[in-house]
Structures are given as structure tokens and as C-alpha cells.
């Protein structure tokens, strides 16, 4: 058979055709193959971090824990109303972890909490913006009740008046005998000269709260003063001394700070001069010492109340989390070693 160029030529290219096509499917078929591949070792690295991942979370969670949740019962409280805010603040962050357990918090002040904790044993945990007392320590021990002291915080305690109260901003000690003591002011200028003739009128905490007594000792007693003036408006109640304040133009009380954090617009602070000049009450000031009515925060647990699974575990977690909710209350942090000590007496009693 013969052909001439041009059919040969035509043959020619149309096997090249032929050939390209070929390879294209070639082409296409070997994409095709590389991307399922790629997508088979990815759904595979895919699984392999899940699987990893499950490890860890099971790694994470304890085994043999019993959650707190399972706890009921009711625990009960009383005293101090400047610890009262802290306590009741733990009890509602404790109520997210064990909502069965009821947390019922009296405010009879520092000592009425004392006489349900030691003289009638009605309480399992006792606020206290003081130490106890020695008289109060032996009627626990009379009545066979052991007990915890634990650190949980400080106070700045602040005195206020009337926003509409300009000339009082500043208290001497001198200031304070001849305005809180037995022969109380009857007006302002008796206090200062400088202050106007305006009746005082005082909203303070009563005889049971440890506020009174931590107020006297630090400004009476060092005089040799044993109690202060009695015509005031007394109440256990700082919301009822805040409301007094807040109401009456003139006049003068005091409290525990977070009291005056959570009503800024109501009252005035007012500074406290104890000899190196007018220092405000702020958490900055009682942490560096520097404000003269700065105290310690207490809780008391009896030991025999730590034996109720509820009791332990609400008084392990006001550990661990008071120092997180306390600058929010209005209250300063007590150091770590502190919480760390009270943490080891508490787990001392538990065994």
C-alpha cells in the first residue's frame, strides 16, 4: 500500500492526538488517586487527635471522686454582720457545687453569735469580726464544745456620714474620744471648733457586735476608757446603721468596708487620723498598714459539727475560695500562709 505525504502527515497527527488524550485521563486518574489519599490520611490524623484527646480527658477526670452534689443537709451560722456578707457570698458559689446542702446565716453580731456557738451549741459555725474572747472561750469549753479558729480575711473598718455632711471628712483619735465617749458631743463644734453648731446624731453597731468592740478597744480603751456614750442608735444590723446614716444630714457611724463599697452614693467615707495624718479606708490601705482601724476576720467551726460530711466539705471550700470572691465582697485577702494555716488546723480535726 502506498500513501502520499499528505495522508501521511494527516495519520500522523491524528496519533498524536490520540496520544495526548491518553495521557490527560492518565493525568486526571493518577489527581484523582492522590487526593482520595490525601483526604483517607487526613480523616486518619483526624481520628488519631480525637482518640488522643479522649485519653487525656480521661486522664483529667478523677476516678474515684465522690461528687460533692450527692451532700444534703443543713448547716448553720450566725454572728458577726461584717463577716456575714464574706459567708454569705462563699454560700452562694458553694450552692453551685452541693444544692442540696442549705446554708441558713443568722447576723446577731460577734458576741450573740458566740453565746448560739458556745452557750447554747445551737451553731456549727460562728462569724466573728474579733478574736473570741476568754470569758467566751471558757463557756465553750464549760459546755464541752471544741473548736477552729480560722483566718478568713481583713477589714478596713470605716466610719461615714451624710454626703451632705461637707466640713467632716477627717477624725482625729482626740476627735473620736470627745465624740464616741461616755461624755459624747451633743454638737459638732464640741468635737472641733472649726465644725459648725449642728447637732450629732450617730448610728452605730450595739454591745454584741465585735465591730463595737474592735471600735473601743482601738480608740477608748487606750485612754482607759471602758465604754463609750449609750444615746446613740444602736443596731446589730449594718444595713439598718447605713439607712440612718444615709438618711440624717450630720450625721456619723461605722461599719465594716464592704458595707461602704456597696453603698458609695448613700454615705461618705470619712478619714481616720491615728497620729500620722488622714489616711482613707481602702483595701491599698489596709494591706500596706497604713489605716489605723484595720482588723482581722474570723470563723469559728466547731470540731464536732466537722464530723457532717456538709460541714467539712463547706468549710474546705470556703477555703479554697475566699480568696477569690473576698475583694469583690469589699474585704482585703488574708495572705496565703494565712489560709494555709487555717487550712491545716481544719484538716487537723478531720483526720
Avoid: H
Wanted: proline share 5%; charged share 25%.
Amino acid at each position: 500500500m502506498r500513501y502520499n505525504w499528505r495522508t501521511l502527515l494527516a495519520l500522523i497527527a491524528l496519533l498524536a492526538m490520540v496520544a495526548t488524550a491518553c495521557a490527560s485521563d492518565d493525568t486526571a486518574a493518577e489527581d484523582d488517586s492522590a487526593a482520595a489519599d490525601d483526604t483517607a490520611e487526613t480523616s486518619e490524623d483526624e481520628a488519631a487527635d480525637d482518640e488522643a484527646a479522649d485519653d487525656d480527658m480521661a486522664e483529667e477526670e478523677p476516678a474515684d471522686e465522690e461528687p460533692a452534689g450527692d451532700l444534703s443537709g443543713s448547716i448553720e451560722v450566725d454572728g458577726s454582720s461584717t463577716v456575714a456578707p464574706l459567708t454569705d457570698a462563699i454560700a452562694e458559689e458553694y450552692a453551685g457545687v452541693s444544692p442540696d446542702v442549705i446554708v441558713n446565716i443568722g447576723v446577731s453580731g460577734t458576741g450573740g453569735g458566740f453565746e448560739r456557738f458556745c452557750d447554747e451549741g445551737s451553731t456549727d459555725i460562728s462569724n466573728a469580726s474579733r478574736p473570741i474572747k476568754d470569758e467566751e472561750a471558757q463557756a465553750c469549753a464549760d459546755n464541752g464544745i471544741e473548736f477552729t479558729e480560722v483566718r478568713v480575711g481583713t477589714d478596713a473598718l470605716t466610719m461615714v456620714t451624710n454626703p451632705a455632711t461637707e466640713f467632716l471628712s477627717c477624725l482625729t483619735t482626740d476627735e473620736l474620744i470627745t465624740l464616741w465617749g461616755p461624755d459624747g458631743a451633743a454638737t459638732w463644734d464640741q468635737v472641733n471648733p472649726e465644725f459648725p453648731a449642728e447637732p450629732v446624731e450617730i448610728f452605730a453597731p450595739d454591745a454584741d457586735s465585735g465591730t463595737y468592740d474592735f471600735f473601743n478597744e482601738t480608740i477608748l480603751e487606750p485612754s482607759e476608757i471602758e465604754e463609750p456614750r449609750q444615746d446613740y442608735n444602736s443596731s446589730a444590723d449594718d444595713n439598718v446603721i447605713a439607712q440612718g446614716v444615709q438618711g440624717t444630714p450630720g450625721s456619723w457611724g461605722y461599719f465594716g468596708f464592704a458595707y461602704f463599697v456597696n453603698n458609695p452614693d448613700g454615705v461618705k467615707a470619712i478619714a481616720y487620723d491615728a497620729g500620722n495624718g488622714c489616711v482613707e479606708p481602702s483595701v491599698e490601705t489596709a494591706q500596706d498598714d497604713s489605716y489605723g482601724l484595720t482588723r482581722p476576720l474570723f470563723i469559728y467551726v466547731r470540731n464536732d459539727a466537722l464530723a457532717k460530711a456538709e460541714v467539712a466539705d463547706f468549710v474546705t471550700f470556703y477555703l479554697d475560695t475566699v480568696n477569690e470572691v473576698i475583694e469583690e465582697v469589699g474585704y482585703v485577702p488574708a495572705p496565703d500562709s494565712v489560709i494555709e494555716e487555717a487550712r491545716a488546723g481544719v484538716e487537723a480535726e478531720l483526720g
